[in-house]
């Protein structure tokens, strides 16, 4: 099993942590020829879209990423990485990879409560920790992505086939269900 990190900029370094001690293989791919290698499941992580939009545009990679994942190859993005698949974001006229039926808006839980933490379920999994950094929100999902994860009725995550969403930072904290949960729902029945 080969896990590849998107590791323009952001958090990806964590991901990896989380997926080696899993047992993966990790891969970085940091520029466009390291996606001609062979990997099973691809990471976009945390950390600022508007920088990874611009980086995945100068160095050739949005293309082949983008059809990569239009042809169903798994991919769990977290927090920048659900803005990077978004099909529209509002208050935003950019779309960057535009492959997840989902409109997200960027900052939405606005300054004062620009990170925070909680417990909560995710895909029934009970008391998963999630940790929010000025994070984004799922405001619509369409038709065939599904709802994981909601807070205080704002959608977290979500699942459209080999896309799994979050707008929390699972990879930040000692517990890693929700990886496991991407490796055997989604990956290993790829
Ligand atoms: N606010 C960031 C953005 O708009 C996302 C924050 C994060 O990834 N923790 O890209």
């Known amino acids: 099993m080969k896990v590849a990190l998107l ?15 899993l047992g993966a293989e990790t891969l970085q791919l940091r520029q466009k ?7 099973d499941a691809l990471i976009l992580p945390g950390g600022e879209s508007t920088v990874q939009g611009k980086l ?6 949005f293309d082949p990423l983008k059809e990569m994942i239009g042809q169903g190859k798994p991919v769990l993005a977290t927090c920048a990485g659900v803005i990077l698949l978004a099909r529209q974001l509002l208050d935003d006229p950019t779309v960057h990879l ?16 620009g990170s925070f933490f909680i417990r909560g379920s995710f895909a ?5 920790p999630m940790s929010f950094i000025r994070a984004p929100q799922i405001e619509f999902c369409g038709s065939g992505c599904e709802v994981l994860a ?3 009725g704002r959608i977290t995550a979500v699942r459209q086939g080999n896309q799994l969403a979050m707008t929390f930072h699972p990879e930040l904290c000692d517990d890693y269900r929700v990886a496991q949960y991407f490796l055997s729902e989604i990956v290993g029945k790829n």
């Open 33 to 39: 020829k390291d996606l001609e290698q062979q990997f």
């Open 56 to 61: 995945l545009r100068e160095l050739e990679m």
């Open 7 to 21: 590791a323009l900029q952001g958090d990806f370094a964590e991901h990896e942590a989380v997926f080696r001690a």
């Open 150 to 152: 909601e807070h205080e």
């Open 98 to 113: 535009g492959t997840l039926n989902a409109v997200v808006r960027r900052n939405a839980y606005g300054r004062q409560l």
């Open 124 to 128: 029934g999994i009970k008391d998963v």
